[in-house]
């Protein structure tokens, strides 16, 4: 059955974060012990955004056998789906930019958010311009809108036919802030953006994840509450009259057990509820279905399934 997306209000509650205790400590310090380096790693990974077209030598990561099996379970669900057909696509440009969460190298195979691109580009053809980054790399990423644009650095057309496009964002943790810190340097660049997809969005420092830029036309938020890293509940609308809110859905997995094996054991134990959401079958689901209402020419639908499979963990 499929039903309207609707804003879960009344779900997030105004309860303070509790505190932690501090038996937890010992455990966060092997975790960062474990991710150190992971910046350096990053820096010696930042080639061309072009490398990007095929990570590993994935092209589809629905029907190439060296996909994780943890991912090929992440992706059965939009693996399934139909094209849609070439004569509802829309006649315009389509850029979807990724950002991968943590320290993450926006190669890592191991991560869905990276081989999503992949799907996409195969689902879509050259329609699609789709290409992933680190959370670190706004400038990697603004270049790619320039050029995929057909514009300068400082935004303005390169040549005299004027091009309009489509741009759609979507992150996990990290990379689910950075959608909106990015959203919010289009704003200034006066770009537009049709859809923000938010994959439980952890706050960086010195970024709001909440507040949707007004350049945006549509948001998403889909979050759980447990583990060290519980996602952001709720965003909001910085202009109600410019943008809207699909929905902030609460995802739980008491009852549903999501494969993480292709994460560190150490992750999986500490801030498993984290990395089920990143590879829930489900949430992909939807988010191809907001994306192919994006990019159809007949009326956009808003209906996706509801949330409501889940159960409290």
């Known amino acids: 059955m499929r039903r309207s997306l609707i804003q879960l209000r009344g779900r997030h509650g105004h309860t303070p974060t509790r505190v932690r205790e501090f038996r937890f400590l010992p455990y ?13 790693s990053i820096a010696q990974d930042q080639a061309s955004f072009s490398s990007n077209t095929s ?67 195969s689902r879509y053809g050259p329609m699609v311009h789709a ?41 996990h943790s990290w990379g689910a802030s950075q959608v909106l810190e990015f959203a919010g340097e289009l704003e200034r660049e006066k770009i537009p953006v049709s859809l923000t997809i938010q994959v439980d969005s952890v706050r960086k420092r010195g970024q709001n994840d909440r507040s949707v830029p007004a350049n945006v036309e549509r948001a998403v938020n889909f979050y759980q509450r447990k583990g060290l890293t519980p996602g952001r509940p709720l965003i909001v609308a910085a202009n109600a009259d410019q943008t809207k809110i699909l929905g902030n859905f609460h995802m739980t997995y008491k009852h549903e057990d999501i494969r993480c ?41 808003e209906a996706v399934q509801s949330a409501s499979h889940t159960s409290e963990y």
């Not at 995929?148 to 036919?161: C, H, I, P, R, V």
């Not at 079958?281 to 209402?293: A, E, G, H, N, R």
């Open 28 to 40: 966060v310090i092997v975790l960062l012990a474990l991710t150190a380096g992971g910046e350096r």
């Open 55 to 121: 990570a590993n030598g994935v092209t589809d990561p629905c029907s190439d056998p060296s996909v994780h099996p943890a991912i090929k379970e992440a992706f059965h669900l939009v693996c399934a789906k139909e094209r849609p057909p070439m004569a509802n696509r829309v006649n315009q440009q389509v850029i979807v930019i990724g950002f991968v969460g943590g320290f993450v190298r926006r190669n890592d195979v191991k991560h869905p958010e990276v081989l999503f691109a992949n799907y996409l580009r």
């Open 131 to 171: 290409a992933v980054f680190g959370n670190r790399e706004t400038k990697q990423a603004l270049e790619f809108i320039h050029e995929s644009m057909g514009t300068n650095k400082d935004g303005s057309q390169a040549s005299s036919e004027h091009k309009t496009v489509k741009i759609i964002l979507y992150g």
């Open 261 to 301: 094996d292709n994460y560190r054991w150490l992750s999986r134990v500490l801030n498993k509820p984290h990395h089920q959401i990143e590879n829930d079958p489900y949430v992909w689901d939807q988010i191809v279905t907001l994306i192919d209402s994006e990019l159809s020419s007949q009326n956009r639908v």
